[in-house]
Every structure is written in structure tokens, then in C-alpha cells.
């Protein structure tokens, strides 16, 4: 298969990118394991699911542009990158402002943890930076759903319906910089506002 000089760049920007991150991140874990609130998330950073993980990615790019995915755009092309900043960071910033408050108003995330038997929600800083990029796993698990979780599953849902119409319009960066936005706020930083007794505090209580 000939491979145009197009997508060629698809690819080597997402290998060198987020791909090599992400195999970093399951070999750092691998060599100094940190604790997270439920095992899915650590059995996701295990360096088999990343490279079978990965590899579908890439398949996913190969083939992205017979479902109408257009490809990265190139680093000059300046006005295309500044409307996949303005469409997705900014979104994602707010998104995960409202989420949080939310959180912290309504109790999802308590919630939902506390039905699966989990006794805190977010790894600290700097590690949050790194488990942050995996959805929580195992919601589903929970014994009932209740209008929390219900409610919760709602939100994550209308979330990635968001990300796939950043990502058929922009192509496989817009959803990676909106999703990092929304958690930068939601995960990582954000939850450092609430009360240290808070079950959304970084850490285990």
C-alpha cells in the first residue's frame, strides 16, 4: 500500500506524539506502579493493552480517510490549527469547570465510586497528568444504577458524542486536545479546590 506524503505525516506526528507518550506512560508504570482508584485503570496501563491499543490506532488512521477523517494539517497551516484550538480547548476548559462544580454539587462521581465500592477518585498531582488520559472504567460495574450514575454516564456519553464530531470535522487532534483540556480542570488541577475532606480530594484519605 502506497502510503502519500499526507498521511505519512498523520502518522509520524501521532507515533511521536501521543503514541510514544502513551507507550512512556506504561513503561514508567510499569517500573514504578502508583496507586489509582480501581484496578480497570491499572490493568489499562499494562504495556500489552497499550500496544494492542496502539496498533488499532493506527489501523484507525490508515483507514481514517474513507470514513471522510481528514488528516492532521500540516504545522505552517496556521489558520487550520487555530480553529481546532478555538473549537476544542476553550470548550474543553469550560466543560470541565461545569463538571467539576457539578461534581462537587450533585455528587456523580461519589456516587458512583461509593457503588463500586472505591473510596476516592483522583490520583495526585504530577501522576493525575498521566492516568488522567484513561476514561475511569468500571461504572458499569455497580450494583444498580441510581440517578447519579445514571446521570453521570449521561454526561461521558454526550462527551464523546462531542469528541467524535470534533473528530470526523478536524480529524484525530481536536478530541486529544479537548479531552485533555476537560480534565486538566475536572482530574487534575480542579479537584485541589474542594475541601481537603472531600471524597473528590487527589489522593486516599
Known amino acids: 500500500m502506497t502510503i502519500d506524503p499526507a498521511k505519512r505525516r498523520d502518522l509520524t506526528v501521532f507515533l511521536l506524539g501521543p503514541a510514544a507518550i502513551t507507550l512512556i506512560i506504561a513503561v514508567v508504570y ?11 485503570q491499572a490493568e489499562l496501563l499494562g504495556i500489552t493493552p497499550v500496544v494492542i491499543v496502539l ?7 490508515l483507514c ?15 489558520n487550520t490549527w487555530k480553529s481546532i484550538l478555538l ?3 476553550p470548550l474543553g476548559l469550560l466543560g470541565g469547570a461545569l463538571l467539576l462544580a457539578a461534581d462537587a454539587l450533585f455528587g456523580f462521581t461519589s456516587v458512583a465510586i461509593q457503588a463500586i ?3 476516592w477518585a483522583h490520583v495526585p498531582l504530577p501522576q493525575s497528568l498521566l492516568t488522567s488520559l484513561l476514561e475511569p472504567a468500571g461504572f458499569l460495574a455497580a450494583g444498580g444504577v441510581n440517578l447519579q450514575l445514571a446521570t453521570l454516564l449521561l454526561i461521558v456519553f454526550a462527551i464523546n458524542v462531542l469528541e467524535a464530531a470534533h473528530y470526523k470535522r478536524y480529524g484525530w487532534a481536536a478530541p486529544l486536545l479537548f479531552r485533555m483540556a476537560l480534565y486538566l480542570v475536572w482530574h487534575c488541577f480542579g479537584p ?4 481537603a475532606d472531600s471524597i473528590l480530594y487527589p489522593g486516599i484519605p
Open 30 to 40: 510499569k517500573v514504578a506502579p502508583w496507586p489509582v482508584p480501581l484496578q480497570a
Open 55 to 61: 496498533t488499532l490506532a493506527v489501523l484507525g488512521l
Open 64 to 78: 481514517s480517510r474513507a470514513a471522510g477523517i481528514p488528516d492532521i494539517p500540516p504545522k505552517g497551516d496556521r
Open 87 to 89: 473549537a476544542t480547548v
Open 117 to 119: 465500592g472505591v473510596t
Open 192 to 195: 485541589y479546590l474542594l475541601p
